[in-house]
């Protein structure tokens, strides 16, 4: 049996919030800061939910490096 996603709670509570409120992000930021704080609890690719999460936190480093000048480290 596959084990459950650790933070499919949070991710679930986003969507909850997110179709209450229209789709707007502004409203569900407190449940998104929850969403975040579960995803740095477990390494990459631990839970599927944290996925999009981790691509975005990897471009924003991505381009804060480039932005820099330093030549981001191979993955």
Known sequence: ?????P???QACEIQKCLQVNNYMESKCEAVIREMRKCCAQYPRGRSICCSGFEKEERE???SKVT?????????
């Open 1 to 5: 049996m596959p084990q459950k996603d």
């Open 7 to 9: 933070c499919q709670k």
């Open 60 to 62: 924003r480093e991505k």
């Open 67 to 75: 932005s820099e000048g330093i030549p981001p480290s191979p993955q």
